[in-house]
């Protein structure tokens, strides 16, 4: 039995590339930029109003001059109108360009415009007011977003912006979630009063939706012949299956000997901690393809895939390591066995800003129904059984 | 001018109501639920082997037998196998329905087993071990999530395993998103040296996806009639109308004109708040549509969009207020205007578990090349202009 560390190493040395491809940038979001975004102009392109009113030459006004004649409208989005006089103003709007003959923007607060002229009310006034200067955010080719990044809604904004209708993104693995058994039935259908309904594949096909891997399901009746078949298939058209349930000492699990059959080599099996003591995790040697066996207590099944499976997936599409977040524990709790502890909680901030993690009470690992409750799960060191309220634990999140 | 707090309350006095749907549940992740699930079944249903073994009865062993005649195997999703003579055991696997004339399973590692007999070895052994009782999780028509929340991948998992393979959720509002003025260009176009992209209506259907709002774009150009037309059929189609830009006191702002002319009344104008002071909200009387006027600064409308709108999206679909969650200031920083500040920031936790928001340096308000580095906005109070390190304020996280 190895431990959390051993196997998150040995998972990590199991970082895979599968290369890039190009998507409209509006469905890119959630995926992980593979070209760096540069500026294709200055931002912003031009000197740009941003309050309505008039633009004039400060100069102007520096000599006394009060009472501007409005020389013409200028809307966003028109070519500008230059100044000829001293005297002359243009009256303008947010987002327009500034004239290259004018040098301030007053706005219509600070103005009286009748019969054709604006008249300055008394107000502060300084030279450049109310203009977002040419290249103030970037210059052409400064770099708006780096790859490695993910595009997030600003990233999408950014996109826009410089022009990039196409984004060339990390593709994601194709993921094969994979149930077993014949003590389960699907959603549909009425089980017998000795089978149950099947749920992990749902869980983890819901929490890879999230991360934008639409992977498909599969479910393997207990037959040695189909399961070695199906298993087979699969190492040779997915880059990762995830099982949940079916690699134990069971007679009639037939996987593992499927596994080994199709030519995956076994990386590991067990881990101290609980839940999820018997995850087991291989490779495939010639194809590469990766085997994330997850015990089928569901919350075993949901602690393993983002301890795990999702630290794997964000190595491997080349985000930085995840930030590590911590949380301190809001009660007293106990754990006796020599196994690190995942405990689900909820999560809150007290007014010092500290967060806070309180334990959702259960009837331990295989109690899925608390899992709805949760948030996130506190990791507690193996080395201990006694953790007091107020001491400080790394924490994950579900939503990070 | 109102302050922050009297237009949040603006905002929430007019949360609607917009009925319910039924989807096939794996489509309902991220909705909120609208009905009460409940246990069809006690949860386990039956009395549940945890280990592969063999199932024998406890008094057995405590008369001293320790070789047991192997009677049958039984696989998880079979029907049990009754024990006739005390000493005999079932071969049992993990997922089986325990036999009700046993009430105890040995696991194989604590077994030897040979031509169709089990002999135990020197284990600590408890009576009912290696079991998951039926009832222990959930009884049946026990409640296993609750109306209201909303539908994360545990949920999912719960209605698989109770069989409820279409789920009732709130029905979200239909959301159209204007953009206007002829200075904006679209992505695919090349924008004039006087014009620019449109980006913010990108934005802002990025973040409305994330909740399951998939939001129509419309751009009206510069014309009072075309202005007028487009607003009238919008108001009486969408539920929402979400606006960047275009609510200034312009010559060339229709939409203010439009939507007084289709009869949205303005509940208020202008909060003391940076960005985003402009910001304008109106109901239309009669179809009850509302409309969210941001100023076109694409961060004032990314801050506008998660302090109000998503807000009063997450009154209207029912759920609790969202959690408050309070970080202390990494820098000193300093804001002298009286306006309530958003300050664009980072997030991580210190070894003492305490939420740190470190500033995001930028241009100011317009700056929206440093949102991809953003994670949240801290807020900070009107009243005063020095913020100290350390010192904690509320924090909207974008991920939340």
Redesign the interface.
């Known amino acids: 039995m190895i431990t959390v560390a051993e196997a998150e190493k040995l998972v990590l040395a199991q970082v895979r590339e599968y290369g890039t491809q190009t998507l409209p ?2 469905q890119a ?1 959630g995926y992980v930029l593979a070209e760096d975004l540069k500026a294709d102009r200055d ?4 000197n740009r109003v ?1 309050m ?1 009113g008039i633009a004039l030459k400060y100069a102007s006004v520096k000599k006394g001059i009060k009472i501007f004649r409005i020389k013409a ?1 200028q ?6 109108v230059e100044l000829a006089q001293e005297d002359e103003c243009i ?1 303008i ?5 500034l004239p290259l003959s004018a040098d301030t923007v007053i706005r ?2 600070d103005l009286e415009i009748s019969e054709g002229k604006a008249t300055l009310l008394p107000a502060e006034m300084k030279q450049g007011q109310n203009l ?1 200067l040419r290249g ?3 210059k052409q080719g400064d770099m ?2 780096k790859a490695g ?1 993910v595009v ?14 196409q984004l060339l993104v990390k593709t994601v693995p194709r993921v094969m979630i994979i149930s077993s ?4 039935v699907d ?2 259908e ?2 017998s ?8 594949s ?6 890879l ?2 991360h934008n891997i639409n992977a498909d399901l599969l479910h393997i009746p ?1 037959d040695p012949v189909i399961t070695r078949q199906k298993i087979s298939n699969c190492i040779q058209n997915y880059d990762v299956l995830l099982l949940s ?1 079916g690699i ?6 037939y996987i593992p000997q499927a596994l080994e059959d199709s030519g995956v080599e076994k990386l590991f099996h067990k881990v101290a901690q609980r839940p999820g003591k018997p995850f087991w995790f291989g490779r495939h040697g010639q194809s590469g393809a990766l085997v994330f066996a997850f015990p ?1 207590n ?1 919350v075993a099944t ?1 602690m393993c895939l983002h301890r795990y499976f999702l630290t794997w997936l964000n190595a491997t599409l080349g985000l930085p390591a995840k ?6 524990l809001g009660n007293d709790f106990t754990f006796k066995p020599e196994l690190r502890y995942f405990l689900q909680v909820t999560l ?9 993690a309180i334990p959702v009470e259960g ?1 331990g690992s ?4 608390n ?2 409750d ?1 948030e996130a799960f506190l990791e507690l060191p193996m080395e201990r059984s006694e953790f007091k309220k107020g001491e ?1 634990f790394r924490v994950w999140r ?3």
């Open positions: 940038f509006e979001l931002l912003p392109p031009f941003t309505d409208t809307a966003a989005g028109e070519k500008p009256e709007m947010t987002g327009a360009v219509y607060e977002h103030a955010d970037k708006v977003a990044v997030s809604p600003a990233v999408i904004s950014l996109a826009a912006s410089i022009g990039k209708s058994g014949d003590e389960l959603v549909d009425t089980p009063s000795f089978q149950i309904r099947k749920s992990n749902y869980t983890i096909k819901a929490v939706k999230k207990d349930g134990s000492m069971g007679r009639f699990d089928g569901p949901f930030k590590v977040t911590y949380a301190a809150q901030t007290n007014e010092q800003a500290q967060l806070i009837n295989g109690d899925f129904a899992l709805a949760t400080v579900f939503t990070d």
